[in-house]
């Protein structure tokens, strides 16, 4: 019932956090093409960002497309993520404009691992509510791409300080991880929309 | 039939405050973590705000669902409600930006206690449009929380002149009162839905 | 069918414009009460530009309650509109700044009668989609509200040179105006709603 | 089922895309009507951004209108879409801030033709999905508007650096062809219309 509300509320964050982002690329004063070269950083934060918010949205999307029952535990879970989510344009901004230095590249993974959990405890929250033979627990399975990306966070936090573009390198395989269609939760739902035509 | 947009119109308009607000989490120029540690009163205002949004976007959300009459009073305590709501990222950045001093600290209670009594004049307009026998009016109750939230709101406002890490306490205590779940609502409903059930 | 999609495209619109301008209320440096005194015209043309803008979701919702055909004309008339109103933050932003001078009074003006205009262009294409002997033709019946509401917006654009607290005088008058209930509006909605209840 | 998400997603961003832009018509500070001279560039670029970017919502509207079936591959596509859009603004401040000057408005067209193709790679994937029997194959036909609006984009990215006049001519021109409305677009939606009646 009130599942509705929830997605539109997280679309719409989601929606302005990817969109406030473009305003850190600073438009330079000037017209000459040579002034969008120091612009290159905070466009590959961008570009870098963009895609994890998708990813997250989609997530999100195909999570609570399964979900029938919330509960208020779910609606905190859910703007807890969404705080953490809050703050990657700040993250993005700061790695950006300073050349993806150690310490920005650092909090950056920070982040993303805070948010990396949030999704984690909303998703078992999920769980919880709708039991361990649902579909959805069938789609989550094991969740190893949740658990990888937590220990990738992790190690590109350490690389930070040792190689940035290790660092920056971790976060793109994350993302490309993700990117990759996971053929088995589509799968899972054809299998489950056939089964429900059976039995109607 | 015209709640939804009701319920569209509040959310966008809560999601984008709660967003434009980490905007005042202006970006440091230079790389070093010590640069951040001046943020942190405003980070701290940003997470305090984040909470209350989230508690009236978690309120407005349980009052709208047992709704079912929209009338134009209603629409139109509803934007007052948004009004004062929009205020909110405005005194959080004054109160962040000066090290939570006293009359940022006093300002943005004023501007909580606005939203809280807008609150009440919604939720008496419904109240008055369901009548006195509806779920809605047994949820509510005496709404012993909106009332305690408004006293404490107004003593917060004259502690921030003795000492305002008080005040900052009182508004930490309000958000934690809404914060822990009201199984009262959520049983009520449950009640509702199962006579419900029994009637058809 | 497509009219949900209007209507949530314009709440977006309309939402991110009331929010939006909450940015001009720029936070003053220092903590002193003085310091929020020359912010005092800039917060008086927010609140009327705030409430102009909820009008003007608070009738476009009314008027696409009782749509039921959705024209590609109806999609530019409405995105028509929606540019006008885009301009809201800008001209109240200046007026604000500019302690209500008169130049700034009276673009104010002009861009509130451009989307008078296009609101008339809008309401226009939808009779004539609908029928003169439609709800909604009944509803707006002559529609004296706006034809008296362009009126006022040309006199205040000629009193801003001569004495631009006229000008607001008139502003504001408009926005009272609309402020109060239509009861005619409400009345036939729930007339109609009788006689289709009659009808099945 | 997961279409009105998309739908609703999309919506989003394209709203705060188009109010953001906005924002680039920075408020000037005294009140002379004079001051406002200088944002006529701006001001021209916001317009022809705000056409496109409506353009794009329209056409995008129609386009999801008749599909029913979403694939993974399909919101990827959307978020690839919606990301070459969230530079329009950043383009259209550089371009309107430099009074149109050639690489500015070069740059102004490589993002136009990034979307345009972008969309088309979308069209392309729902195509797919959906067969080449459907109604929304018929819609689109041999897409000449979009194959022709790719070659304008490419004549004016090369035309900027001659003169940017005639870049910005071709711009328009672009805009005008998808302002005119397709009457086959509206016609074979009737007639399908039409003919599903006459199945049931």
């Known amino acids: 019932m009130n599942k509705n509300?929830?997605?539109a509320f997280s679309d719409g964050v989601i929606a302005i956090i990817i969109t406030i982002m473009v305003l850190e690329l600073k438009v330079p004063h000037g017209n000459s093409i040579d002034l969008l070269l120091p612009l290159l950083?905070?466009?590959i934060s961008y570009v870098l960002s963009f895609v994890y918010l998708g990813i997250y949205w989609n997530n999100h999307h195909h999570m609570l497309h399964a979900v029938w029952k919330v509960s208020g535990g779910m609606l905190w879970a859910n703007l807890h993520l969404l705080f953490w989510l809050s703050l990657v344009p700040f993250t993005t901004a700061w790695m950006g404009e300073n050349h993806l230095a150690e310490w920005p590249v650092a909090l950056y993974g920070v982040v993303l691992l805070m948010a990396a959990i949030a999704y984690y405890i909303l998703?078992?929250?999920i769980l919880q509510e709708h039991g361990k033979e649902s579909v959805l627990a069938k789609v989550i399975g094991k969740d190893m791409k949740g658990k990888l990306s937590i220990l990738f966070y992790i190690s590109a936090i350490f690389c930070s300080f040792?190689?940035?573009?290790?660092a920056i390198l971790l976060y793109t395989l994350?993302?490309?991880m993700w990117l990759i269609p996971d053929r088995r939760i589509e799968q899972?739902?054809?299998?489950?929309?056939?089964l429900n035509r059976e039995r109607s």
């Open 162 to 166: 040792v190689n940035h573009w290790l």
């Open 123 to 125: 998703q078992h929250l």
């Open 41 to 43: 950083p905070v466009f």
């Open 174 to 176: 994350v993302a490309l």
């Open 188 to 194: 899972a739902f054809r299998e489950q929309e056939a």
């Open 5 to 7: 509300r929830l997605e």
